[in-house]
């Protein structure tokens, strides 16, 4: 795999304001892995300093911060039954652990909404998810994300790929 280019994201296709969100909590996720922050600090951070802001000349765009709150308060809360049917997902030579954290996050965030926001079709998740993968990373990630979401979402939500 290749390394992510930062922990900011490359230039990529406007994004609404759940997909802000989405970009956002990944961000915070991989912050709060890489840091050790309290969930109650990060998510304060982003939305008073980074949801919308300008920050050394890069502007964040306008995030549904509900949104934002949800997501990475439920990766957290639903950790323990996310890293292993992600752990489950990965080819046997990459373990969950093995894999670069800015994939991780991408891919608990994505399994999270997967099974907790089911007002969003399981396709649509699966391309925010390989957009932001896409955002972080040139090579083989966007595949892995679109590959282990779809493999997740039918077993997460299989009516939705019937027919």
Do not use: C
């Not at 956002?24 to 990060?42: C, F, H, N, R, S």
């Not at 997967?114 to 896409?134: F, G, N, S």
């Amino acid at each position: 795999m290749t390394a992510p280019r930062s922990s900011e994201p490359r230039e990529v296709r406007p994004a609404n304001k759940r997909g802000a969100a989405r970009l956002a909590a990944v961000q915070a996720l991989y912050q709060m892995e890489i840091g050790g922050g309290e969930i109650a600090d990060v998510v304060t951070e982003f939305e008073m300093f980074r949801l919308g802001q300008e920050i050394d000349g890069d502007e964040y765009r306008e995030a549904d911060a509900a949104f934002f709150r949800d997501v990475v308060t439920g990766v957290v809360a639903d950790q323990k039954t996310i890293d292993p049917r992600i752990h489950q997902t990965l080819v046997e030579d990459w373990p969950l652990k093995r894999i670069d954290v800015t994939l991780r996050e991408i891919l608990r965030a994505g399994l999270w909404e997967l099974m907790r926001r089911r007002d969003v079709p399981a396709k649509v998740v699966i391309t925010e998810y390989v957009d932001i993968a896409r955002a972080f990373f040139e090579e083989d990630e966007p595949r892995i994300v679109n590959a282990v979401l779809d493999k997740l979402a039918r077993a997460v939500r299989p009516k939705e790929f019937e027919g």
